[in-house]
């Protein structure tokens, strides 16, 4: 049987430089000591670079005839020596891993040596990302030794045992062995056996099956089965690995939406990045346990794991609270001539396919999103659909689907690759209105009725310090998120062929590339803030819409100094009549289907005025401050607010002067500029601050300023205006 050994702490970690090869890293001269999990740039995410960590243990500790080691997640290309010989290179920051270390082994004093570079590479995912490339072993490391049969712990860092349910109580298992012996399966429920079947490791499939399984049905009840393999050599047991699985049925159809085990759901779903404030993307499985109960308090029954795979731990925490799980890979750019970044995405599909395969919770695969950001192309379509044949070739019980740009047309090539499609939606806010969610979704409707059509994001910033008793479109206050969402929502939720949505995003999430808003490092489109601690308006807004456990909550309650003789008050309930009392006497009652319970023209006197909202049982009070002069810190003024190029224009310079159609200039896009190596050689010389992000953003149809805008608190607009004027002296291949 194997032994397991979690090596946690004592470990020697710092900076290092790259390596070239199997070349060992170059120690530095002091190393602190740090306990894994360790993310080394939570503080700093924008830092990206080399780092070693050291680890030393006592080869007699370990029983077993194999020994191998096995690492949780490194951000992002790890590599990896004992005893100074080279082990082996692992590409990925998000998936398990595991190495075989036994012919490196000594009895004495062992030396494991890990290398991990968070830099960004293009035959490596992610391509891109508006989310933080944190570094270093942020999951667990754990040694296991086995004796010479096992169950394969190197087939894709999975158990080596896979599994496939179905609704009818079909069970489709196959182990990988290495070594002989005899595969026993057994599916039990609790702690009985209810089906059992053996085989060879040459011939591992087996099919099993009970009748009237206890079906797995999402949060009303997420009933588990465990499917255990064991392998026997002369009826002694060599190994055993157990895994949760669940029988259930789920269909998506065009018209009719979403459908589990033959009964209509309507997915409302949130998406979720795995870092958190204070923790990089290492938090604890006591914080994910607190991840999982403001998703379970907010009432979602889906959630996204955006945008890569995420720990087992909370795939299992989905399985036992019933959520539905889009889980994907980090492919988010696949740009034409680079075949290396396809092989690496299949690989991690792979890696998450064969690991997570038996959550009941998982519904679809995601294969990509906003892929298109660097143009589209037959060899886009093409590569898509290799990702798209591998990821059915793992696993035919799932959809595949993709989270398309708003901007990819309704007969791109794009929606008719995956089983079905979602589409990350911003108006209102990037772009558009509010308003134009109704024609985008109908007319997606109407051109492909063929195709079932989900939001796979949507959402706006919001900075619980601004508010506004007039909310508006990019003025980042919590009361304009509150109102997105009321607004959109209804629009969304009303047509029954939209199969789901995903808000994005359930928490706030680190993001280096951001600084606005008042907030810096951040992407604020949370319900919940970064550290957990505070709930967002919108937050109480969807609990209405979903969660059936009854409540009232007054909104706007951090706008908390109201200017004027009246104000407006909203209450946030699933009950069908709310009371307002104001200093201890009822205002008004509203009967209503809520979940927004509007009080208009509610008086302030100056000084505290008490609310309190009543609902049967339910109640909620906050105090507000009447006050003469508006709260001026409740709104934000962008101290650098984007560079208007229509300022630049003077009457003897026209636009054709600024930005000649035959010349570079700073309106050009990033694929059309970086593809000349006489731009990028101006650039690298005149603009060493940005250059990186220009090649970042090589094939990318977006504008030169609109990465020197997202730099504008560095850099004057005498900048802009100078590195134009250099980029004009560049002409144009004819």
Known sequence: MRDIILLKDGWRFGITAAVEGESMPVLPETMETVSIPHVWNKDDPAKTGYCVYQYSFRGEDISGEKVFVEFGAVGEICKVWLNGQYIGTHRGGYSCFRFELTDALCKGENILTVFADNKKYEDSNPFGGDFNRYGGIYRDVTLISTGINHFDLLYSGSSGLEVETHADGTVHARARVVGEGKIVYSLLDGDQTVAQAEACPENPDVLMQITNPHLWNGRKDPYLYTIRGELYVNDVCQDQVSLNCGFRDCKITPDGGFFLNGKHIKINGVAKHQDRDQMGNGPTNAQLDDD??????????????????????????????????????PMLGMPDGNKAVVENAKQQMTELILQSKHHPSIFCWGIQNEISMYGESLELYSKTEELNTHTKSLDTSR????????????SSQLNFIPDIIGYNVYFGWYHHEMSDYDPFLDQFHTENPQIPLGISEYGVDGNPALHSATPKRKDYSEDFQALFHETVYPKIRSRDFIWGTFVWNMFDFGSALRNEGGTKGKNCKGLVTFDRKLKKDAFYYYKACWSEDAFVHIGGRRFAKRCGEET???????QKKVQLYLNGELFRTLAQDGPVFTFEAVPMRLGENTLRAVSGTCEDEIVLTGVTEPEKSYVYVDPNPEYNVRNWFTPEQSEDDLFPADRYSIMVSMKELMADPNVTALLEKEAPEIYEECVSAKLAPIPLLRIINSRRTEFSEDYAKELNKKLRTIKKPV
């Open 568 to 574: 407006t008050v909203k209450v946030y309930s699933n």
């Open 292 to 329: 999982m109960e403001l998703i379970m308090e907010v009432g979602a029954n889906a959630v996204r794991l955006s945008h890569y795979q995420h720990p087992q731990y909370f795939y299992d925490l989905c399985d036992k609270n019933g959520l539905l799980v889009w889980a994907e890979i």
């Open 399 to 410: 959809y595949t689907t993709s989270a398309n740009l708003f901007s990819v047309k309704f």
